[in-house]
């Protein structure tokens, strides 16, 4: 057996294949002139990147590697470690089971990192080697913004929000905004959101605070609560990379943020409202990278999938998903033209805003101040010759008049409406004006979807509900049917759910419901026809998943309205 530290690095490398013999002699020769470590001259030369540098290292020392950037930290572990000295050693814990501390090291050879955490948890530690970086940004992610606040409280005196602002004012806002603590403070919000998965950022003025919430599947969490003398430093901030007009403090503005995070674009919307306090400022994240997904990755259950697919795949019509705001209406509609998209279609969008670009895809930005409006825009896409039309939401008459005729005349159009459940979308359409027989003979699939919270998979466990609650639900447990729910850990902030996955109806236009639409019949007759032809509602849908124990019951009560479970 080969003791550890005695194998050489080019031997290793050349057993595994990753370099040639006649390579690895190439790079010996180079060391020979340089006096440089091996390692170093061949992450130089790209032979090799970080993560197989620490592979390596761990491997010649007898040591695991773990991929520190990727793993899980539980909070209650970063009080194991000082983030000044973990700097500067290169050191991290990352797990403690029983006395034993798992400790993450950057150079298994440096004997002063090896002494140091000997010397602070004792010889109850067991090492991994990983990359440097990986420690640097672990640290920055857990330890930075406690930091930043800190010392932006420190460098910080009040300014008066007032509704008008002086020229000097002004000039001292913008000097606000852009000072160094202030610009790291809101760089860490933004980075601990992305890191977090949230999908909005409220900062938010109160009597005696600022406050910072993130919304976390779908749930507003607090995280901080800044000095309210930090407040016109960070609004300010935030108006400025939003391109907002920091002078105008008594009107509503929206503005936009781009850029890049761990390598990978994001973008933000952005929205400002006055109130009492002060300006309250809302970021809806849009990472483009996490959004399309397969359609096999939404939720749908089997038989809701096959139904699905075999609406989309239709040549012509109007397909219409309905939802509340934050239901994943958007996320459904990109994954459909990620399906459909092909290089013999044309594909073209009108949405407002443009969330995610998509390749091969045509997309239009709605500019109202412009005159471009979805009703203006689809008039000019019909011109285009297209195959697909996806429109961001039917609002108005006019938008659904354009969008039925398109459907009509061979095109397949694709948009969200805002009801409640599927059965009520013909019925919105008819409201809005429409001739029912344009709605029977257009519209070929109508949906509606939530998002549900998961069971948190780290502290998953058997769960009996409540009477009440099954009782509430009309929900018969049968032999063989278990019940889950989540503890609560480190790993979900104690909440016991972690994602979250589409609960959806899907309502195929038959001859039947067309019959229904033609009378004008009610929500309700359209609903009761769509179940006697099969269809699962959203409550059969959300009951399904929690008996698959993918969520609970108690959050099928609280994201199902209270008016689908009576009935």
């Known amino acids: 057996m080969i003791s550890p530290g005695t194998e050489k690095i080019g031997e290793i490398l050349v057993k595994k294949g990753l370099i040639s013999r006649e390579t690895l002699d190439k790079y010996l020769?180079?060391?020979?002139?340089?006096?440089?470590?091996?390692?170093?001259?061949?992450?130089?030369?790209?032979?090799?990147?970080?993560?197989?540098?620490?592979?390596?290292l761990a491997e010649q020392w007898g040591f695991d590697f773990v991929d520190l950037a990727k793993y899980p930290i539980e909070k209650e572990i970063l009080r194991y470690t000082d983030p000044e000295k973990a700097k500067i050693f290169g050191f991290f814990v990352f797990k403690k089971e029983g006395p034993i501390y798992h400790v993450a090291i950057s150079d298994p050879t440096n004997i002063d990192t090896v002494d140091y955490v000997r010397a602070v948890y004792g010889m109850n530690v067991k090492f991994y080697v990983t990359p440097k970086s990986a420690i640097i940004q672990t640290i920055e992610k857990y330890y930075e913004l406690e930091n930043v606040v800190k010392k932006a409280e420190e460098e910080f005196t009040d300014v008066e929000v007032v509704e008008t602002v002086e020229e000097n004012d002004l000039s001292r806002l913008r000097m606000l905004g852009e000072d160094a603590p202030v610009v790291r403070l809101v760089n860490s919000i933004i980075s601990q959101a992305i890191v977090e998965g949230a999908s909005d950022i409220h900062v938010e003025p109160m009597e005696d605070s600022l406050r910072v919430r993130y919304r976390i599947d779908g749930i507003l969490h607090e995280k901080q609560r800044l000095p309210k003398r930090i407040q016109p430093g960070v609004i300010a901030r935030l108006k400025i990379i939003s391109n907002m007009d920091i002078a105008e403090r008594r009107l509503p503005q929206d503005g936009r943020i781009s850029l890049k995070f761990e390598g990978r674009p994001v973008d933000f919307r952005v929205s400002?409202?006055?109130?009492i306090y002060g300006e309250k400022i809302v970021l809806r994240i849009l990472d483009k990278t996490s959004s399309i997904k397969p359609l096999e990755q939404l939720g749908f259950s089997e038989e809701n999938l096959k139904k699905f697919e075999k609406i989309i795949t239709q040549p012509y019509g109007m397909i219409l998903i309905s939802g509340p705001t934050g239901s994943g209406k958007t996320t459904t509609l990109y994954s459909i033209l990620n399906r459909l998209n092909a290089p013999t279609k044309n594909i073209i969008t009108v949405e407002d805003p443009v969330e995610y670009q998509l390749k091969g895809i045509n997309q239009v930005q709605v500019n109202e101040k412009a005159g471009l409006t979805f009703a203006n825009a689809l008039r000019s896409i019909l011109?285009?010759?297209?195959?697909?039309?996806?429109?961001?939401?039917?609002?108005?008459?006019?938008t659904a008049q354009i969008a039925i005729e398109a459907a009509l005349t061979g095109h397949l159009v694709l948009s969200t409406i805002h009801t409640n459940d599927s059965a009520s979308i013909p019925t919105r359409l008819i409201d809005m004006g429409i001739e029912p027989f344009l709605v029977a003979s257009s519209l070929i699939g109508a949906t509606a979807q939530r998002l549900i919270r998961k069971i948190c998979p780290k502290c998953k466990e058997p769960h009996t509900p409540s009477k009440d609650v099954l009782e509430h639900l009309g929900f018969e447990v049968h032999e063989g049917v278990n019940f889950y729910k989540g503890a609560g850990c480190d790993f979900c902030s104690n909440t016991g759910y972690k994602g979250r996955v589409a609960i959806s109806e899907i309502l195929p236009i038959t001859p039947e419901i067309q019959r229904l639409i033609l009378k004008q019949a009610s929500s309700k007759e359209i609903l009761s026809e769509a179940k006697r032809m099969g269809m699962k509602t959203l409550l059969d849908d959300a009951l399904m998943k929690a008996a698959e124990g993918i969520t609970t019951l108690e959050e099928v009560i609280r994201v199902v309205s209270t008016l689908e479970v009576a009935e």
Request: hydrophobic share 35%.
């Open 29 to 56: 020769s180079v060391q020979k002139v340089t006096k440089e470590p091996l390692l170093k001259i061949l992450m130089d030369n790209g032979v090799i990147d970080e993560v197989q540098q620490s592979q390596l």
């Open 272 to 275: 400002s409202l006055p109130s």
């Open 383 to 398: 011109r285009q010759d297209p195959n697909i039309i996806l429109i961001g939401e039917i609002r108005d008459r006019e």
